[in-house]
């Protein structure tokens, strides 16, 4: 009958949600895949961050040992030099003409050995820090090397799972890029930004015991109809989610039972009558 033939409207609306709906099926499942996959990809990040934060210490450690050596061969190039101010004074002290001259030279000396006693504890410290930097370094090398053996194991065990799973991965997006084409620009966009806002993923649902087969509140008689008509886009008010009849992608919908007390309520109104 002429009644009950669509328009050209009627079907485009139903054509774009029955894409829309095999979109999310094929998307859900490149997500299953991924979700196959967990955490190794950000685990795989973190362990080569960490590797590198391991390898910047290291250097960094080196560094700062060879600043103490080239200090404590400054120090020992110092002590050097006083040494040799001290001989010159002890020469010096075989001629002198007077007290004065004896105690001027006398305390030269002295000067130049607190000096030398100063140098000697700056190069004792400066050992004590090296040898603190070096067991840092030797421990951070273990770490290290640990660090890379379990990113070794990650990455293995991720390039297994990638290799059983990318043939199967590419084929679904290769097919999603396909069925966008079925979808106008801006539902699309729409679809996609609902999408990524939606925690489970989910753009678009199914109408299930008159709720929204996304976040689960019920949907108000008429809207319902209004989805059942398959006329416009229409989206739950709750979450934002497209909302399409479940008979258009072949689900059947399960009938909502009456609870208990209504329905023994009933039956004794009945037995009344």
């Known amino acids: 009958m002429a009644s009950e033939k669509k328009t050209d409207k009627e079907r485009s609306v139903e054509d774009r949600l029955k894409s829309l709906y095999h979109l999310q099926t094929l998307l859900s499942e490149i997500d299953r895949i991924k979700f196959l996959r967990g955490e190794l990809p950000n685990e795989v990040k973190d362990l080569e961050d960490e590797i590198v934060r ?43 003409r007077n007290n004065r001259e004896y105690s001027f030279l006398e305390k030269e000396k002295e000067f ?8 000697e504890k700056n190069i004792r410290e400066a050992e004590a820090k090296m040898e603190r930097k070096q067991a840092e370094i030797e421990k951070a090398k273990a770490d290290l090397a640990d660090q890379e053996h379990s990113l070794a194991e990650k990455k293995k065990e991720l390039e297994e799972i990638v290799s059983e799973t990318k043939q199967e991965e590419e084929n679904l997006r290769a097919q999603a890029q ?77 009938p909502v039972e009456q609870p208990k007390a209504k329905r023994a309520t009933r039956r004794k109104a009945a037995a009344a009558e």
């Open 178 to 254: 396909e069925v966008e084409k079925e979808v106008d620009d801006y539902t699309l966009k729409a679809f996609k930004r609902i999408r990524s806002n939606a925690r489970n993923g989910l753009g678009i649902v199914t109408v299930e015991r008159s709720a929204c087969g996304g976040c689960f509140n019920r949907i108000p008689p008429q809207r319902q109809l209004e989805i059942k008509m398959h006329k416009k886009v229409i989206v739950c008010e709750y979450c934002g989610r497209i909302l399409i009849d479940g008979s258009l992608v072949g689900i059947e919908e399960v």
């Open 112 to 119: 130049e050995s607190l000096e030398i006693e100063l140098c």
């Open 54 to 96: 391991y390898q910047t210490r290291i250097q960094k450690y080196t560094d700062e040992i060879e600043d103490l050596k080239a200090f404590a061969n400054s120090k020992k190039g110092e002590i050097e030099e006083r040494l040799a101010k001290i001989a010159k004074y002890e020469d010096q002290l075989h001629n002198v």
